[in-house]
């Protein structure tokens, strides 16, 4: 199966002049700070586990954004996707490692929409566990992922270590060679963490997008997969 990267839109003619398209504060949250600071907020959400909160998900398209069905949110750090109703029954169709979809509210020159967060989890005991080390070519890089140095990485707990051993930086690759268990399960949508910045997505479900002519969305070739 062949595999892209895939990241929200960042052309202009797509999403407008602005990005990420949502405010950094919807005009409707009073004391915005302090709505940051709750217990259930946005961004408490991390792709190392599923909440254990209901996630209070509200953002407000700029005035300078176009809508689109993938929507490129502000103020959280997790990885995964702003998705309306459309997208959302496309997706779910598909084969997605790990994920949980929570209800978000998009406001747009003051009406609700509906939207969807599409949350990872980052499965390190499967997903990295059966990468083949050995046959697989990694390298460090700084937070914007720009390459430095090879590095040689021989087993999962190896891994580990190195990246342990780093500040500021990750280890990412420019070849995985991942094993049958993975390839037999046939994802069409997984995040392998912050060894990439962007989620994998398939051939496959990416004509699904397209023949729905769903908005907001990148794709980038890779072969590093």
Known sequence: MK????????????????APQCKGIPSVIKNGYKWFDQPNSMTLLNNESFPNFKPDLIFELDENALLTDIVSPSNI??????INEKTKDVIIKFN???YQLYPATLIVKKSMLKYYWLHFKTEHDFLLRNIDYQKSQFHI??????????VEIKSYEDYLIKRKNLF???????????NELIKNKEYDLFYFGNMFL???VSDRLVSELRANN??????KDQNIL
């Open 198 to 200: 962007h989620c994998f």
């Open 3 to 18: 595999y892209f990267f895939i990241s929200n839109s960042g052309d202009e003619n797509i999403i407008g002049k602005v």
């Open 77 to 82: 750090t997790a990885k995964g996707f702003l």
């Open 96 to 98: 997605l490692n790990n």
């Open 141 to 150: 890089c700084d937070l914007t992922y720009t390459k430095s140095n090879e």
């Open 214 to 219: 769903i908005t907001g969305f990148d794709l």
């Open 168 to 178: 500021l930086q990750y280890i990412s690759a420019s070849k995985i060679i991942v």
